[in-house]
Nanobody, 120 residues
């Protein structure tokens, strides 16, 4: 059974940092493209950052310059380092995984989410 387990969320003040982790089990981590999404109350889920199997990363405009996505094959884990957090970053953050040949925008696996709250 494939599992994605996020951790690292919490309550921080504006300007502070958090690092989210997503641990993958039950499948080969090396074949998965990994993305981080977030969903704020009353808003649609949005893509924040992604990293493919080759280590190439991409970011939403709102995340560029502040967030860094990375992956550690030895730990089967993908990270999202978030700096200079703003109240508008408040959301539930989800990691998602896509197997080879799954079309872009579709995902095979999702985590349960971790809450990030940024106070002003």
């Amino acid at each position: 059974q494939v599992q994605l387990v996020e951790s690292g969320g919490g309550l921080v003040q504006a300007g502070e940092s958090l690092t989210l982790s997503c641990a993958v089990s039950g499948t080969s981590f090396s074949i998965l493209d990994m993305d981080w999404h977030r969903q704020a109350p009353g808003k649609q889920r949005e893509l924040v950052a992604g990293i493919n199997t080759g280590g190439y990363s991409n970011y939403a405009d709102s995340a560029k310059g502040r967030f860094t996505i990375s992956r550690d094959p030895a730990k089967n884990t993908v990270y999202l380092q978030m700096n200079s957090l703003k109240p508008e970053d408040t959301a539930v953050y989800y990691c998602a995984a896509r197997r080879p040949y799954t079309i872009l925008g579709k995902y095979d696996y999702w985590g349960q989410g971790t809450q990030v709250t940024v106070s002003s």
